[in-house]
């Protein structure tokens, strides 16, 4: 299956700046989905990263505020804009693989200050 | 959309106990997955299943497709086995996202 390298695994940021979260992947992948978890809550995805065009955003969440970028089927990141402390969550990134299996990366834990 | 429901959300059990988490869901699906999260949040896939039974070591995972249930076993149960069990299952007849469950926090004490 295919191993994901996310990064970075955690930061501590300051209100209104941004952060940009890699993943890459070690082989081709046509899926690569970006999920958000608030503290005690379950995973949330936030968009479909496409290879070549814009990304998918769930309701809820707007480029804007997570632009997302895919520029080949290996890697993508996701950038938190104009943070707040609400944005203090876990970010994973996923990849669909074979008929129903997916892959996760490790995961970034971020805190706003 | 699917509707995954899971029980219990928190566990504590005594090293060597036999564990049990429950998950249900709303809309027939391809298959479940049942995965592992650790403290720095990174996920692991535990199993991908659509019928039956799979065992990996001490885990075992079942599903039951007509009544929409599956279940995590943990046989003789050990600390370093806390940590956070997720099951998920599609969203939809077609895409490729998966809707969690909001996870079962196991704790095994020594």
């Known amino acids: 299956s295919a191993v994901i390298s996310q990064k970075p695994s955690r930061d501590i940021c300051q209100r209104g700046t941004s952060l940009t979260i890699q993943c890459q992947v070690d082989s081709q992948v046509t899926m690569m989905f970006w999920y958000r978890q608030q503290p005690g809550q379950s995973l949330t995805l936030i968009a479909t990263a496409n290879q070549g065009s814009e990304a998918t955003y769930e309701s809820g969440f707007v480029i804007d505020k997570f632009p997302i970028s895919r520029p080949n089927l290996t890697f993508s990141t996701l950038t938190v804009s104009n943070m707040s402390p609400e944005d203090s969550s876990i970010y994973l990134c996923?990849?669909?693989?074979?008929?129903?299996?997916?892959?996760f990366g490790s995961g970034t834990r971020l805190t706003v200050v | 959309k699917n509707e995954v429901e899971q029980s219990p959300q928190n566990l504590t059990a005594q090293e060597g106990e036999f564990i049990t988490i429950n998950c249900s869901y709303s809309?027939?699906?391809?298959?479940l997955h049942w995965l592992q999260q650790h403290p720095g949040g990174g996920i692991v896939s535990l199993f991908m299943l659509s019928s039956g039974k799979k065992k990996h070591g001490r885990l075992i995972a079942t599903i039951n497709i007509q009544e929409k249930h599956s279940s995590l076993h943990i046989t003789a149960s050990h600390p370093r086995d806390s940590a956070v069990y997720i099951c998920?299952?599609?969203?939809?007849?077609?895409?490729?996202?998966?809707?969690f469950g909001s996870g079962t926090q196991l704790t095994v004490l020594p």
């Open positions: 809309v027939g699906i391809s298959a």
């Open positions: 998920a299952a599609p969203s939809s007849g077609s895409a490729r996202q998966l809707t």
């Open positions: 996923s990849v669909a693989q074979g008929a129903y299996g997916y892959t």
